[in-house]
């Protein structure tokens, strides 16, 4: 039967600003307070999923959040009509408001960690929400989030769902933003890499000294002990600390991988030789060729790293079992990034082909195009299981942009999320959403 990696990628929300909410994560800090466009944001993104679905790709889409979180202010003691919440947020919390209006959910490579039914004991496709604990801007995203996969993965013949785990720093979850799955083929069994920051209860790894380090090895194996994943499908890697003091505060921000290949930077992890031994052994017993391309520092700093996002690409398999990288345009803004990327597509290797697209407004607050989408390996009876409503389509795209066009402001900063009228017009344009989409009901505003 045939398979496919289908990028189900996140819709910028109407709130999308930049609050610097995150630190260890460079571009956030660096563009607080700066005003956004969430219109453009929306659009640029999906201009993406557009660009993916005429090459070929399957490309799905996955619905923004209720924001501002209303809930989430009653819940830190804010009290009266939804109005008077925000205005007694705004005036006596402005950070807490910042935080509940955050579109920091169109990041959906940490909505969920995903493994694909090949790899599962019950050959179900399993999906484990990220708590997303380390920022409390992402740490409210996993019960709609849970309900948004829900509504897209509704069979659960095909589909299992996890709760996030426990919400405490111990179990810091990031999802698939810190795992990739190597195969031969995405309908056969392969290897699920698993890359953490630092360990919750053993000292012997060593951790950052500035930064967070989000994810923690203790999380990484509660998620593949649920996903019923088996040991020898399954490889640990530590991220590299000082990386992450350099403000790669996801793996996907310094490796990439897809298919049999990972593209990584030559800092990226500890122990990376044998973690390359490990990938390779445990992918060849499942009929895998494991390839690696290291970036080297002496081409491609961690700091060029950093600021181009050349590793928060989008690696993708062509029928003729080529490559092609879909990089941000901060890619061609960085001489020896684009130079590195010139010599990389004409040395005759496997990535052929860079693709450059324009998603500036997500990239100012740190994400990129693979930040951008959230990768589930399906087969075709799974994939029509899926609920058509969120597969891209050339008309879907057309609705879509009509509704941004429509719904979104084309100018957004602090002093405009005080305003109760953007709660009115992001609560308007998602109860719209749901229908375009076909999710039924799945934000708070429609439940309660
Ligand atoms: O969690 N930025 C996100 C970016 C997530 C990128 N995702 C991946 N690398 N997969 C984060 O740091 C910034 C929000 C703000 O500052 O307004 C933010 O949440």
Request: aromatic share 8%; glycine share 8%.
């Amino acid at each position: 039967m045939k398979s496919y990696e289908v990028n189900f990628d996140g819709l910028v929300g109407p709130t999308h600003n930049y609050g610097g909410l995150s630190y260890g994560n460079v571009a956030s800090q660096s563009n607080s307070q700066q005003s956004s466009n969430p219109k453009e944001a929306a659009l640029q993104g999906l201009a993406k999923m557009k660009a993916l679905m005429e090459m070929g790709f399957q490309q799905g889409v996955l619905a923004p959040q209720e924001r501002p979180d209303v809930a989430a202010l009653r819940r830190l003691g804010f009290s009266g009509s939804d109005a008077q919440v925000i205005e007694r947020a705004a005036k006596d919390a402005m950070p807490l408001l910042v935080a509940s209006c955050s579109a920091s959910s169109m990041w959906v490579a940490n909505a969920a960690t995903v493994s694909p039914s090949a790899d599962t004991r019950d050959g179900r496709v399993h999906f484990t929400a990220a708590n997303l604990n380390c920022k409390y801007h992402r740490s409210i995203e996993h019960p709609t989030t849970s309900r948004v996969l829900g509504a897209m993965f509704a069979d659960q013949q095909h589909f299992a769902h996890h709760a996030a785990l426990p919400a405490v720093a111990q179990f810091g979850d990031e999802g698939a933003a810190n795992h990739t799955r190597f195969c031969r083929d995405y309908g056969q069994a392969g290897v699920e890499f698993f890359v953490f920051g630092r360990s919750a209860f053993d000292t012997r790894y060593p951790a950052p000294q500035k930064y967070p380090a989000r994810q923690t090895l203790e999380a990484s194996q509660a998620v593949a002990r649920l996903h019923g994943l088996s040991d020898d499908g399954v490889v640990y890697a530590q991220q590299n600390p000082s990386v992450i003091d350099q403000g790669v505060f996801h793996n996907d921000v310094i490796a990439v991988g897809n298919g049999e290949v990972l593209f990584y930077h030559e800092d990226a992890f500890l122990e990376t030789d044998k973690m390359l031994a490990e990938l390779d052994a445990k992918l060849g017993k499942r009929g895998g060729n494991f390839q690696s391309i290291c970036v080297p520092r002496s081409q491609v700093t961690v700091e060029d790293a950093v600021r181009s996002y050349l590793f928060n690409s989008q690696l993708l398999s062509r029928a003729d079992g080529s490559m092609l990288l879909i990089v941000p345009e901060e890619c061609r803004g960085n001489e020896r990034v684009w130079q590195y990327l010139q010599g990389l597509t004409s040395s005759g290797g496997l990535i052929r082909e860079v693709k450059v697209f324009d998603l500036k407004q997500s990239m100012q607050n740190g994400g990129g195009p693979a930040c951008l989408r959230l990768r589930v390996a399906l087969n075709q009876t799974e994939l029509a299981a899926v609920n058509p409503g969120v597969i891209m389509t050339a008309p879907l795209y057309d609705t879509l942009t009509q509704w941004v066009d429509k719904h979104y402001r084309d100018r957004l900063s602090e002093n405009d999320l005080a305003d109760p009228q953007l709660l009115l017009e992001c609560r308007t344009a998602l109860d719209e959403l749901t229908q375009i989409l076909k999710l039924g009901a799945v934000y708070p505003f429609q439940i309660n």
